[in-house]
């Protein structure tokens, strides 16, 4: 091993690169929960929005249905008691002015009246203002209810002509117009009621369709949001296999394959040159006083010189070639379709002159070398370990022999 000083250069670490553009597994984690706590926070949401706006626009269709059918009973009460006063007043007019001998009728559709007034005022107790319309109506409906009675009770009391004096068409007129006046009063307050009740329903159907239509937006945006925040996730998850994938089968200093996918790549290439009649070749290499580079200017400074001459043996070989870190600074070659001694030969002195060339290190230059173990199949082996021991057996010849050169496995 040499020590020189050289210009420094500035690189990227292996651990940075491997990390570059992948996210953490704790961040994969919390984006999964996050995006499972927000779709069931979302989801709560929404149940609640729908919960609460149907709540209410059943409660506005339920009031505007009662204040309906509310004022449909009080209409009809209305008009029913014009008929009843009419009634009355006609089967008074028969008992004194006409042929009605008995007052029954007369007294039957008094009742009917008193009857509907009543029915009114309960109708009208939940609403101050036609309640007091009510009040009022009655105070009439019973002053014209005296007015029939005194006309009657002199026809009983005396005789038709007695009675007849006592009827005063101007006094009925006067009474039922007041009454009409009151009527006419509570049903244009009715036709309000009505109309609110109809404003009210509307209303309801309105709200219906706004809720309808937020919520199929808030379902699509969420849908949506939620795809792609589960696709970013399947896609995180899909590159942290990858690189767990490459974890398993590189070496982490040096980025090349490790001992298991060396024996995987060897043995494919075994089979393939067993069904086409081929030759392979296994080098064996290790550095040369490599321990002194640990020793003198420190392990990290180690670490530097494998990168270095794994990045050199790279782009030494063919791109159908492989080159692997197996441990420490031992490094196996395999070459498929070998035509002959002489091709391996040959490809092992680039080898070794390709790694004798001198490193930057820590502004050092250094000078490492490399033996060579060199075993054919099938010459030597027909399967990967048989293979390797015999290219290892190899390499220890070359060791012996001086080092700095290879050996072909005897
Ligand atoms: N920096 C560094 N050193 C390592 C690593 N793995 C193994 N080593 C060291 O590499 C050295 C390899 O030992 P040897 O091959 O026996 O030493 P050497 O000086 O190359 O001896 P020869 O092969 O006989 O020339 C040992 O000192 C190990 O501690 C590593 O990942 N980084």
């Known amino acids: 091993m040499e020590l020189e000083p050289c210009p420094v250069s500035a690189g990227v670490s292996a651990g940075q690169a491997r990390r570059k553009g992948h996210m953490s597994m704790n961040q994969q984690n919390r984006m999964a929960i996050t995006t499972l706590i927000s779709g069931i926070l979302a989801a709560s949401f929404l149940a609640l929005l729908i919960g609460w706006s149907v709540f209410d626009i059943i409660s506005d269709i339920k009031r505007a249905a009662v204040l309906k059918a509310r004022n449909h009973e009080v209409t009809s009460a209305l008009n029913k008691l014009q008929i009843n006063l009419t009634n009355a007043e006609k089967s008074e007019r028969g008992y004194v002015v006409g042929s009605e001998v008995s007052a029954t009728p007369y007294l039957a559709a008094v009742e009917e009246v008193r009857w509907t007034t009543d029915l009114i005022h309960a109708l009208v107790s939940n609403d101050s203002s036609q309640r007091s319309n009510a009040a009022r109506l009655e105070k009439l409906v019973e002053s014209k209810l005296g007015t029939l009675q005194f006309v009657v009770e002199a026809r009983e009391a005396s005789s038709i002509q007695a009675a007849q004096l006592l009827m005063s068409v101007e006094q009925d007129k006067l009474e039922t117009d007041r009454i009409k006046d009151v009527l006419s009063e509570m049903e244009s307050h009715e036709n309000t009621v009505l109309n609110k009740a109809l404003r009210i329903r509307d209303g309801a159907f309105d709200k219906l369709w706004w809720v309808l239509a937020a919520l199929t937006f808030m379902l699509f945006a969420g849908a949506i949001w939620q795809y792609l925040r589960v696709r970013k996730i399947v896609q995180y998850a899909a590159k942290s296999e990858a690189a767990i994938r490459h974890l398993a089968n590189h070496d982490v200093l040096t980025e090349l394959p490790n001992r298991r996918l060396l024996l995987e790549r060897l043995d494919t290439h075994i089979d393939h040159a067993h069904s086409n009649a081929q030759s392979l070749a296994v080098m064996f290499m290790d550095l040369d006083g490599f321990k002194k580079v640990n020793d003198t200017i420190g392990h990290d400074a180690g670490d530097e010189l494998l990168k270095c001459v794994a990045q050199r043996l790279k782009s030494t070989i063919r791109a159908s070639d492989t080159v692997a870190r197996i441990g420490g600074d031992e490094f196996i070659v395999v070459v498929p379709k070998l ?30 070398s490399t033996s060579i173990g060199i075993s054919f199949y099938p010459k030597h082996g027909v399967s990967s370990g048989e293979l390797l021991e ?12 001086g080092k700095n050169r290879y050996r072909f496995a005897s």
């Open 339 to 368: 035509y002959g001694a002489d091709t391996a030969a040959q490809i092992a002195t680039t080898l070794v002159d390709a790694v004798s060339r001198p490193y930057c290190i820590k502004g050092r230059s250094i000078k490492v």
């Open 390 to 401: 015999r290219a290892d057996q190899a390499l220890n010849q070359a060791k012996a022999s």
